[in-house]
Every structure is written in C-alpha cells, then in structure tokens.
C-alpha cells in the first residue's frame, strides 16, 4: 500500500527548499542592485574629481551617458575615442560588476576588469555563494569607481 502522507510530505519539503533558494537568489539579487546604485553613485563622484585634473592638463574629459533603459549599466567616454561599459551581471552564481573599455584604433576591447561582489548595499559580508577559495571580501563601491575611472584615465585597467 502506498502511504501518500509520507509522498506528500517529500514533496512539500522539496518546494520548501526550491522557494528557500528563490527566495535567497532574490536577496542577493536585490542586494547586489543597492551596491551597483551606490558604486554607480561614487563612480560620478570621481569622475568630478578626475575631470578637474583633466581640464588643467588639456585633456578630454569623462562624460557619463544616462540611458533610462539601461538601470544596470552605467555609459561613460572620454573625449571621442575611449568609451566604457560598467555593467552589473546577474545571471553568473556571484553577481559581479564587469567594466570593459573600447577604443582606437578599430574600436575593439581594449580591457576588461570584473569586481565579484562578495558584500552587500550596506557594507556587510555576504555569505559566501561560491567556490572553495572564492573571496569572501570583495572591494567597496568607492574603491571600485576609483579603480573604473583610473582605467578610463589611463585607457587600460592595471
């Protein structure tokens, strides 16, 4: 005789554990929006700063392209040759940022820097999603715009 109960019970406890996982993935997800916000935030901060610099040495500017459809990647040029997409990857295992530089001479790639986020929009460790050995830590958005925009400066990531 078939005890149903019991088949009923696995089963419950199945879609328990696949809402749980859904449930965690919305987090990270939601988490990993908040800190692009806030790096994309810090990242017009500096292009501030690197503009001034820029200007007293006769060199072209960073300007940031808002496309309202794009609320996961942020646009930015510098003068008419380099261009730069940061952009927010949801769909590996650990949400990263990726930032990829095009420019002269056949407007190919000429770099690209991922920035694995591995902390929250408010700072705090998140667990660790990954791998054995995968970073725990990842860098702040503050260090991550300064890094992006340094790059763009210098048309090459380091």
Same mark, same amino acid.
């Given at each position: 005789?078939? %005890? ?39 990242? %017009?901060?500096?292009? %501030? ?110």
């Amino acid at each position: 005789m078939v %005890d149903y109960g019991k088949i009923a019970e696995k089963a419950k406890m199945s879609q328990d554990a696949a809402k749980l996982a859904q449930e965690r993935r919305s987090q990270l997800e939601a988490d990993s929006r908040a800190f692009f916000k806030r790096v994309a935030a810090h990242i %017009d901060e500096e292009i %501030d700063e690197a503009n001034v610099a820029l200007r007293k040495r006769k060199v072209s500017t960073i300007a940031r392209n808002h496309l309202s459809n794009f609320e996961n990647a942020v646009f930015l040029a510098i003068g008419t040759e380099g261009l730069c997409r940061v952009e927010l990857d949801l769909k590996t295992q650990i949400p990263r940022i990726m930032a990829v530089i095009i420019g002269p001479p056949q407007r190919s790639e000429i770099a690209r820097r991922m920035y694995m986020l591995a902390m929250d929009a408010s700072g705090k460790e998140m667990p660790n999603t990954g791998k054995a050995g995968w970073p725990t830590l990842g860098a702040s958005p503050k260090e991550i715009a300064q890094d992006i925009i340094a790059g763009i400066v210098s048309v090459r990531f380091e």
